[in-house]
Nanobody, 124 residues
Framework: QVQLLESGGGLVQPGDSLRLACAAS????????MAWFRQAPGKEREFVAA???????RYTDSVKGRFTISRDSAKNTAYLQMNSLTPEDTAVYYC??????????????????WGQGTQVTVSS
């Protein structure tokens, strides 16, 4: 079965960087859309970034220019490089995957597979 395992979260100060990783198994990695969502305390889960078809990448406006999503098919791993972190980036970050490629990539319902999440806390 498909499994997604996130890692790389932690406690950092404003302005710092973190790189999250999502190790995938049980799927043909190169054909899946891979995405990151996040959920801050008291808020709904929101789309952060997605990548598909090799090098197509999309981001939510609040992270453009600071976050970079990437994937390594040799390692079946997706990454989220997060720079210039602010307290507003504090959330549990989730990796998601699906075989379908559509304009619904922004929606949680688009994705069949989810990881357990990794906590990112940005605080001074």
């Amino acid at each position: 079965q498909v499994q997604l395992l996130e890692s790389g979260g932690g406690l950092v100060q404003p302005g710092d960087s973190l790189r999250l990783a999502c190790a995938a198994s049980g799927l043909t990695f190169s054909t899946y859309i891979m995405a990151w969502f996040r959920q801050a305390p008291g808020k709904e889960r929101e789309f952060v970034a997605a990548t598909w078809s090799g090098n197509i990448r999309r981001y939510t406006d609040s992270v453009k220019g600071r976050f970079t999503i990437s994937r390594d098919s040799a390692k079946n791993t997706a990454y989220l490089q997060m720079n210039s972190l602010t307290p507003e980036d504090t959330a549990v970050y989730y990796c998601a995957a699906d075989r379908k490629i559509s304009l619904d990539y922004l929606l949680q319902a688009h994705y069949d597979y989810w990881g357990q999440g990794t906590q990112v806390t940005v605080s001074s």
